[in-house]
């Protein structure tokens, strides 16, 4: 119960919130959806990835490209940015997602800069380096999600959809497959898992939900530039996703708040704030590597 | 029901092993014992599709399985234990036995996340009856990786068993344990066999291999030497040379 109620608080942010307040609400509740996806891969399947950042621009490039170019409505993008992040994603990723370990990750890190290569080389359908303007508010039947307070609520449905979506695939049979391919392979073929097949799976859905979250970025800032997707924002959605506790979705959701609000309330450190956000992030790895959410519950 | 004809296999020019052949019958229990590094836990590799041989070839009730998929062969109905414990350490005792039972559910995975499904519950009986075969009930909510050894080889047992196998292979499942933890895995074995189920074990513990073994294979440097019941292998001057060495004449 407490779950949904906290989805609520935030909802009521509007009320009491400065429109400078929604809009780094709206972010965090947009990257708390990419980064939700990358914790299915990477807490749950053990795959740590690299790619999550330009799986999301496919997501608000194909939004962007979708909804300037054509007069489709515009929530009929989202479906679109869902396939085409798990098409990029799963055909590209699956090949690598066999190797192991680090091989895995320096693969995905190749996948990331081919999605920026490709979005800021491939003129002609991406406008290069030049971005995509003019992307339309967010509208459903004629009604413009366009001011703050009004994106921020759907923002903020969307990230409870994508928790809660979550929170069912992780408690289901295939969440129980994916932690024990995450623990042993082989013992997990030899009892019946379809390992490959798990990992496949797990890929698509990381890539999905980062395309899901593409999909608002291009509404919320209404412009796309390859260089919003480049391995920086890759690394930050992985450390969101393992800052938390790297098998808890709540975790999750708590790091994304924490450290993409950071901006805001390390303020006062003024020009040093970079620097007291990384030593956030050294002592949290150092004092709770399991993640904040397990160092503050005992495990049964 | 099992067949295996002239398996060989060499790991860079070391032949592991060369030309094995054995069969096991229904309901039987065959032991598969010989020195260490002899070929003994390879050859389970192979039979259960971990590793593909240069050669030769393993039936299982009349299909052929040489380097089939490790997921296949379980699902045909043999099902294994690794001699050095390969748990899902992260997962709680109960969970390393929903997932070889889960998995032979009908039903979707997407059904299950909205829990449309039911073949939910009669994972989790399934589960919960290997459970309570090993006697770990009390623990069904632990990490795996916190359990003792003992423990832990009957949760490697209850994990083999709950993927309904006819044929299961035991690679030393009394390694390790006490005297008394001995005889009780030596009993559970036993029960497995009242059911029905064929069982291949190699086992370095003498006693536990002669009290459930009706026939022995007895393998060295990849070879089968020896086969028949106890008494004739243990009889037998190839075997004993394997163990012990020529004995130096007067």
Redesign the interface.
Known sequence: MIRPLLFALAALLPLFGSDYLLEIGSFVAIQSISVIGLGILTGFAGRISLAQGGLYGIGAYTTALLVTGTHIPPLLALPAAILAAMLVGTVLGSPAIRLSGLYFVMSTIGLQQIIWIVLIHWSALTNGPMGVRGIPALSVAGFAFASPARFYLVAVVFAAASFFLARRVVASRFGLFLRAVSDDELSSATSGVRVVRTKVLALALASGWAGAAGFLHAFFLRFVHPDMFTLDLSVVELTMAMFGGYRSLDGMMIATVILGSASEYLRPFGQFRLVVYGAILLLTMMLAPRGILAAFTRRR | MLTVSDIRLSFRGVKALDGVSLTIEPGEALGIIGPNGSGKSTLFNVV???YKPDAGSVVFQGRTITGV???A???AGL??T?QNK???????VL?NL???A????RGS??S???GLDAG?NA?EAKAREALAFVGLEDLA???ARSLAYGQQNRLELA?AL??DPVLLMLDEPAAGLSPSERSDMRGLIERIRGRGIAIALVEHDMRVVMQLCSRLVVLDHGTVIAAGTPEEVTDNAAVVEAYFGTPIDD
């Not at chain 2, 390969?86 to 709680?92: E, H, I, M, Q, V």
């Not at chain 2, 889960?102 to 559910?105: L, N, P, S």
């Open positions: 259960s599709g971990i998929d490790p997921r062969i379980v699902a099902a294994r690794y390969r748990l899902f350490g992260s997962l709680t969970e929903l997932v070889p889960m998995r032979t559910q995975w997407l299950d996340m909205f939910r994972g909510d632990v990490e994990r709950a993927c």
